[in-house]
């Protein structure tokens, strides 16, 4: 799994985010920068990983991966650094550039990502489209998420869960996610957790819980539930079964007599 995690902070490199920035130079990053930054970022929090991944448009900020959470955009010499959306004033439009690289690496991520590893619910017959979500057992909006799933899989939708304990590794709801992953059967355990019903703790190794989490954070999640489209798309929090069906192009009128 951690290689897995280690391919997943890989593909920010490459694919259709890079492309859209073919068409300017971009020099590589020097090796004694990169150093420099990294030495000045774990000398004040050393509990984390960094990676210099290449110059931000900014100049004099360069764009640094934190192992297991979000790019942040660093000065040179690593005293100065800001995280958050990066904006591109074109012509007649503001551009979210960090969201534009995200898009293609949640693509690729997915992607790459083992469906075992997920605890879906599926429909009766092929799928007409797939919903992958980030989701907390303790949320209220990601428990109302779930009751729609029914109508979703009636319209033809596949529900993928990914796990994403907002409070974090080790706390209450990371066990819950984890008892539901190591459960022999995970739909079952998953919906009566997130009915509120006591369900026995059940921790086993080699969960993909921890994993998945951390996986959310490098996609910029930070709130659930979080459902992620096919091409990459983030939609952050509740939609209701008819929109999450019309942003899916499922088409649910009923047949004509």
């Known amino acids: ?39 000045r970022m774990q000398a004040a929090r050393p509990d984390l990983g960094y990676q210099v991944l290449r110059p931000s448009p900014i100049p004099g900020f360069y764009e640094v991966q934190v192992a297991g959470g979000p790019v942040l955009y660093v000065r040179e010499g690593g005293e100065y650094f800001f995280d958050g959306a990066l904006y591109q004033a074109r ?7 960090r969201e534009q690289d995200l898009v293609e690496k949640r693509k690729q991520a997915l992607a790459a990502l083992p469906v075992s590893d997920m ?35 009636a319209m033809g939708i596949e529900v993928r869960y990914l796990a994403f304990p907002r409070a974090g590794l080790g706390s209450g709801s990371y066990r819950k996610a984890v008892t539901a992953w190591c459960s022999d059967n995970r739909q079952e355990a998953l919906t009566r957790l997130k009915n509120g ?55 649910t009128t009923p047949p004509a007599h």
């Open 197 to 251: 019903e006591d369900v026995p703790e059940k921790l086993c190794e080699n969960n993909p819980v921890a994993a998945q989490f951390e996986l959310g954070q490098e996609l910029g999640v930070s709130g659930t539930p979080a459902s992620i489209l096919s091409d990459g798309t983030l939609i952050p929090g509740f939609r209701s079964a008819a929109d999450i069906a019309s942003i899916l192009g499922v088409d």
């Open 119 to 153: 605890i879906v619910y599926s429909p009766v017959g092929k799928p007409k489209a797939t919903l992958t979500v980030f989701t907390d057992v303790d949320c209220g909006f990601c428990r109302k998420l779930h009751k729609s799933v029914p109508e979703l899989n």
């Open 91 to 97: 012509p007649g439009m503001f551009v979210n550039l």
């Open 1 to 39: 799994m951690n290689h897995f995690l280690a391919v997943c902070v890989a593909l920010l490199l490459s694919g259709a985010a890079l492309q859209a920035r073919a068409a300017d130079t971009v020099p590589a990053v020097d090796p004694a920068i990169a150093k420099a930054i990294v030495a």
